[in-house]
Structures are given as structure tokens and as C-alpha cells.
């Protein structure tokens, strides 16, 4: 039988590939473009696929925090997610872009206490509070703490471009905040970039060097109450007209 140049549609439809990825093996119907051309059908992440990337997501953090990005390897991760390395290679391509996924998730988390500061607000009062938050923040994520601080030691090559865009946005907005409440007399003159870098440093300390500090105090002692009393009464005194 002569076949033409193009196949008939009623063939077109019938072509198929595996779309689903390796947890299902599915087979769906390829869709014509608007091109005319047959593309892949775009279909939502199922539960299952969500579980996973979250799962290689939580792995992944914890081998990062522990052995960093160099000394990190995908069979590593793949051990710690419970999936094979094909599997974990089908969610993601590379160790890179899992890196860049966690990076990502974390400067949102980390932006958002700074975010919250009101430049309405009193201005002793939410300095205090900002440094409250980030030490709870020091508290409840410890390993995304450590990623952060260890991709920054490496010269933040994932991370250049956030932190010279977002992450210099914000800071340079809320100093502006903070340089007003100086001016206008409502705090004490400092520096407003160095204060934000001293919060970071004093809270953020008790997450990156949790075992230099459990050591010298002791497993019996909450580093982080101690903490909050004591950053309360430097930064009451330091902040105070």
C-alpha cells in the first residue's frame, strides 16, 4: 500500500510514549502542537512523584549538611531516600540541581524574618523580635543552616546570583528602615548593614557550630533559651537611644 508524505491523523493519534516516569511505566497519547507537530503531554506531578521529590529533597539536606556539596554523592542520597540511583536521576539530573532545589527553598525561609520587619512598628521592639525569630530559626533548622553556611564558604557559585539580587534587596531596603529609625532618634546611631550582619552571626552561630557549643556547655544546658536571654540584653542596650 502507498503511504503519503504525512500520516493520517487517525495514525498520529495512535503514537505513544512513557510519560510517567519510572514509578508508574504509564503510556499516554502524544498530543499535536500547535505547530502541527506531536509533543509530549504535559500532565501534573501525581502523589507519588511529589512524595519522592520531597524525599530525595529531605536526603539530600541531610547528606549536604553532614558532608557538604563536594563531599556529597548521588549514591549517597539515593541510600538515605530509600531509592534506587535511577530513580533519584529521573526527579532530578544531577547532584547540582538537587543542591540548587534546597538552595532555593531555603533563601525563602531564610528571607522571611527579615521580611516581617515593619517599619511601622517599634523599632527596639521589632529589631528584638527579628532576632528572636532567627534564633528559633537556629532551633528548628540546623542542617538547612549549615547547607547555607557551607555554600557560602565555597564562594556561593549556586547561589552568586540570589544573593547579589534578592538577598542585596531586602538587606539594602531594610537598612533604610533601620537608618531612618536612627536618624529620627528612635535608636541608638549604628550601622544598619552591620547590625543585620551581627543578628545573623549571633543567632546563626548555634546552628552552624551546634557541637563546639554543646561541648563547652554541656548536653544538660538549652544553648538556645541562654541565648535569647542574653541577645535580649546586649541588643536592648546596644539599640537603646
Not at 6 to 15: G, I, N, V
Not at 38 to 66: D, Y
Not at 102 to 128: C, F, H, K, N, V
Not at 132 to 160: C, H, T, Y
Request: aromatic share 8%; hydrophobic share 45%; charged share 25%.
Amino acid at each position: 500500500m502507498h503511504v503519503g508524505a504525512s500520516l493520517p491523523d487517525a495514525w498520529a493519534a495512535r503514537e505513544t510514549f512513557r510519560a510517567a516516569g519510572p514509578e508508574t511505566g504509564l503510556v499516554r497519547l502524544r498530543a499535536r502542537g500547535s505547530d502541527g507537530r506531536m509533543g509530549p503531554q504535559k500532565t501534573p506531578r501525581t502523589k507519588i512523584q511529589t512524595r519522592n521529590r520531597e524525599t530525595i529533597l529531605e536526603a539530600a539536606l541531610e547528606v549536604f549538611s553532614q558532608h557538604g556539596f563536594r563531599g556529597a554523592t548521588l549514591d549517597m542520597i539515593a541510600v538515605e531516600a530509600g531509592l534506587s540511583k535511577p530513580n533519584l536521576l529521573y526527579y532530578f539530573p544531577s547532584k547540582e540541581a538537587i543542591h540548587v532545589a534546597l538552595l532555593s527553598q531555603l533563601m525563602d525561609t531564610w528571607l522571611d524574618p527579615l521580611r516581617d520587619l515593619d517599619a511601622a512598628g517599634d523599632p527596639i521592639a521589632e529589631l528584638l523580635a527579628y532576632v528572636r525569630r532567627k534564633l528559633q530559626m537556629s532551633r528548628d533548622f540546623p542542617r538547612e543552616s549549615r547547607l547555607f553556611a557551607n555554600e557560602i564558604v565555597q564562594g556561593a557559585p549556586r547561589m552568586q546570583a540570589a544573593l547579589a539580587t534578592d538577598l542585596k534587596a531586602l538587606v539594602d531596603d531594610k537598612a533604610a528602615v533601620i537608618r531612618g529609625w536612627a536618624e529620627g532618634g528612635r535608636i541608638a546611631q549604628v550601622d544598619p548593614h552591620h547590625l543585620i550582619f551581627s543578628i545573623w552571626a549571633l543567632t546563626q552561630h548555634y546552628a552552624d557550630f551546634d557541637v563546639q557549643v554543646r561541648a563547652v556547655l554541656g548536653q544538660n544546658r538549652d544553648p538556645i533559651e541562654e541565648a535569647a536571654r542574653f541577645l535580649d540584653t546586649l541588643f536592648t542596650r546596644l539599640l537603646a537611644p
